[in-house]
């Protein structure tokens, strides 16, 4: 590690930005106060409702027995990972946890009340009145997270230690502020010093030590194929020092759920072991066609309305048919609204000579597009054009929820990795639709697809839901 000192590297790693400034509170502090604030919120959670209670019931047993109740719920997150690194460190608010927790509970208050016979609805009204408030103050105390640490607050300072293959996962560290890691030193394994700029190697576990204390050192990160005795090397080093180490190994297109920590038989050695992702085509198969007919009646009535008045600006048809490839490669009749004048595809490629091309090399899309008409650029952004693929849903050919629609000319240059997306059914939304739309690179468009491909399932296409309402209402990226 360079020798500087600690105020003259982190002003050099910061942010270019003027207006994002490092703060001082060092993060330890800033943990225990968070922390704090954490536990009082709970406690306010499991106060509340038990006065709310007594006010409305005027029934001291039953305040006291929703008191506890939801003092149990309370005491018992304060032990779980949600509270001790989730939504501390990591800012992660899951409700899974506080669910299960809440169930239990109701469930040994049912018990009880059956047991001992006294009414158990008031107390359960109390612990679901606590579960709403702590669901609700974990993405209050999540999003607060966030936005201390692109300002600058909340930053754990961070050691680095290199291994083969770490530009791509560095490169994603430095764009994912929200992190919360600030780099504030390198050093290398499996690969020799080539300059004298080039990190150190690592050594031993003082040196780990030593640039622990020296730097005051939070988060000790080793990032790619770092070498086994180098691991252990550092997981040494930061014994007693109080710094969190991180693993990052390169995983490429995992989520979290798909991965569980396990032991090696005949040892301990640490062990992730990363689930196949069973594709449950017979479930998603039966909401598509339970809800795709409700939503193409429930749409009917816009179809008709931007169908008219498309026709009163522009000659021409009200829908447009354009063939896609679907599953496995096969062609079908995608339907949509017709947003741009009826010559629009014979000018195409005079469009494309322009050079209006947004940045996406393969998915051509121009944010000043002189084809769109004023009824196509309004029914484009809150994406409207889009509601007739219902049909295309109805019919089987499409999900609700998968990969965008391709063209034929364009997975005519897919590579294998891009075609991996024609492995599902595409949707009529998906993360290309809630991340960006037509803002977003080839690369990134395809990278998004085969995160879907490879971690598809119910939780991650309920999160796609929520992204998607959020998405047209903002007209992100829709042009």
């Avoid at 749409?299 to 599953?327: D, K, M, N, W």
């Amino acid at each position: 590690m360079p020798t500087r000192s600690r105020t003259e590297r982190t002003e050099t790693l910061l942010p270019r930005n003027p207006r994002v400034r490092l703060h001082s509170v060092p993060w330890p502090g800033y943990r225990s106060v968070r922390a704090a604030r954490l536990l009082l919120l709970d406690l306010a959670a499991a106060l509340v409702p038990a006065m709310v209670l007594l006010a409305a019931t005027r029934s001291l047993p039953d305040a006291l027995a929703g008191l506890g109740a939801s003092t149990a719920l309370v005491v018992l997150l304060q032990f779980s990972p949600t509270r001790r690194r989730g939504l501390l460190d990591d800012g992660n608010a899951v409700a899974g946890i506080p669910l299960a927790i809440a169930s239990v509970v109701a469930l040994a208050l049912v018990a009880a009340g059956a047991r001992i016979g006294f009414d158990a609805r008031p107390p359960l009204t109390a612990l679901a009145a606590s579960l709403v408030a702590v669901l609700v103050l974990q993405s209050l105390a999540a999003s607060s997270l966030r936005r201390d640490r692109l300002s600058g607050r909340a930053l754990r300072r961070t050691l680095i230690i290199l291994g083969s293959g770490f530009e791509r996962i560095l490169l994603g560290l430095r764009r994912r502020p929200e992190t919360g890691l600030l780099i504030i030193g390198y050093f290398s394994s499996g690969f020799g010093r080539r300059s004298a700029s080039d990190p150190e190697a690592v050594a031993s576990p003082a040196q780990i030590r030593r640039a622990i204390d020296e730097e005051g050192i939070d988060v000790v990160a080793t990032i790619g194929a770092v070498t086994p005795e180098d691991l252990t090397t550092v997981l040494r080093g930061i014994e007693g020092t109080g710094a969190r180490m991180l693993v990052l190994p390169g995983l490429k297109d995992v989520t979290a759920e798909r991965v569980r920590a396990l032991p090696v038989v005949g040892g301990w050695t640490a062990s992730l072991e990363v689930r196949a992702r069973r594709t449950r085509l017979a479930l998603k198969s039966l909401v598509d066609s339970v809800l795709g007919p409700v939503l193409l009646v429930l749409a009917s009535p816009v179809i008709a309305v931007a169908a008219l008045a498309i026709r009163i600006e522009s000659p021409g048809p009200a829908f447009y048919r354009q063939t896609r490839i679907g599953l496995e490669g096969r062609p079908f009749t995608l339907w949509k609204l017709r947003s741009m004048c009826q010559e629009a595809d014979a000018l195409r490629s005079a469009v494309v000579a322009r050079g209006g091309d947004s940045g996406n090399q393969v998915l051509f899309k121009d944010s000043r597009d002189p084809r769109i008409t004023r009824v196509g650029a309004f029914i484009r952004r809150f994406s409207i054009d889009e509601l007739p693929q219902l049909i295309n849903v109805v019919r089987g050919e499409m999900s609700l929820i998968g990969p965008r629609p391709a063209l034929p000319d364009e997975v005519a240059e897919y590579d294998a990795e891009a075609r991996r997306r024609l492995l599902v059914k595409p949707g009529l939304t998906g993360l290309w639709q809630v991340s960006g739309r037509s803002s977003l690179s080839w690369e990134s468009t395809v990278a998004l697809d085969q995160h879907y491909v490879d971690n598809r399932g119910a939780r991650l296409d309920g999160k796609i839901i929520v992204r998607t309402v959020k998405a047209v209402l903002g007209g992100e990226g829709a042009y």
